[in-house]
């Protein structure tokens, strides 16, 4: 049997329960592929899928995700948006910001967020990731839908990875009940959807830089084989993009993995 029972979670959604309709599975190969099959058979906007455990979780940029079942909370979840799909910049930026408003209102503490799609956790010597979020978009002639994909570590993985982690037990939420988190996300996910579907990414903006772990910081950007592009970090403008302020004036970012910049004697320090 899954982990989420559907009718323990259905009591903590209450009003909202209309708008989801939740599938909870023990196992399957990535939540984002099988939604996304569901999709393409007609499933409705406010599908989830939930799973214990994925044997092929995906993450962003084609890497994998990997996750331990009962240690960590995988789902995805289906949502349709009016207008073409390049209304639909800063959808992850958006999330991210319900996955902090969520975090926070069940008490954990010193949450961040990093463009494009990380939740972190700040530690007084840095950050560590808490969750990741993965959007992918399909557009037909009835609109653009997104497949939202996230993955949270309630406990630290214990394998090494590329980038420090952390688990919610270290956000000061040891124990949380798993339904009253996936309820609290949706929740403040429903609100934060509907907000960007009615008003953009620009009516979230200053709740992302809220959150936003190196607003007004010198950051490096990794794009595809690039050599690093060095940088003040600006923030996000009303469509996601990351602004950066470089030598040759601010550029907008698209796609690519920032870092903090080690400011050295001698080399550009910004603008
Ligand atoms: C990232 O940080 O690179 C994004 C990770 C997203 C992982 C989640 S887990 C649930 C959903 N299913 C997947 O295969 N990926 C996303």
């Known amino acids: 049997m899954a982990l989420i029972d559907l009718v323990l979670l259905k009591a903590r959604l209450g009003k909202l329960a209309g708008r989801f309709d939740v599938d909870a599975l ?131 993985p214990p394998e090494a990875l590329p980038q420090p982690v952390a688990g919610l037990d270290q956000a000061g939420l040891t124990g949380v009940d798993r339904h009253d988190l996936l309820a609290a996300i949706l929740r403040e996910l429903a609100g934060v959807l509907d907000v960007f579907a009615s008003d953009g990414f620009a009516a979230l903006r200053s709740a992302w830089q809220a959150h936003h772990v190196w607003q007004e910081k010198p950051v490096q950007v990794l794009g595809e084989g690039d050599a690093p592009l060095p940088g003040n970090c600006l923030g996000a403008d009303d469509d996601g993009a990351l602004l950066l302020a470089t030598a040759a004036g601010i550029q907008r970012i698209y796609s690519g993995d920032v870092s903090l910049r080690p400011v050295e004697a001698g080399t550009w320090g910004g603008a």
């Open 26 to 156: 023990e196992s399957c190969d990535s939540t984002s592929s099988e939604l996304m099959r569901r999709a393409e058979s007609g499933a409705p906007a406010g599908t989830v899928v939930v799973a214990d455990r994925q044997e092929a979780g995906r993450g962003r940029r084609g890497r994998s995700w990997l996750s331990t079942p009962g240690d960590s909370l995988t789902f995805s979840v289906l949502w349709r948006f009016p207008g073409p799909l390049a209304r639909l910049g800063g959808l992850s930026l958006a999330v991210g910001v319900a996955l902090a408003r969520a975090l926070e209102s069940l008490g954990a503490t010193a949450i961040g967020l990093k463009w494009p799609n990380d939740v972190l956790l700040v530690l007084p010597d840095g950050q560590a990731k808490l969750a990741g979020v993965l959007v992918e978009l399909v557009s037909d002639r009835r609109g653009c839908q997104a497949v939202i994909g996230i993955g949270l570590n309630l406990r630290r």
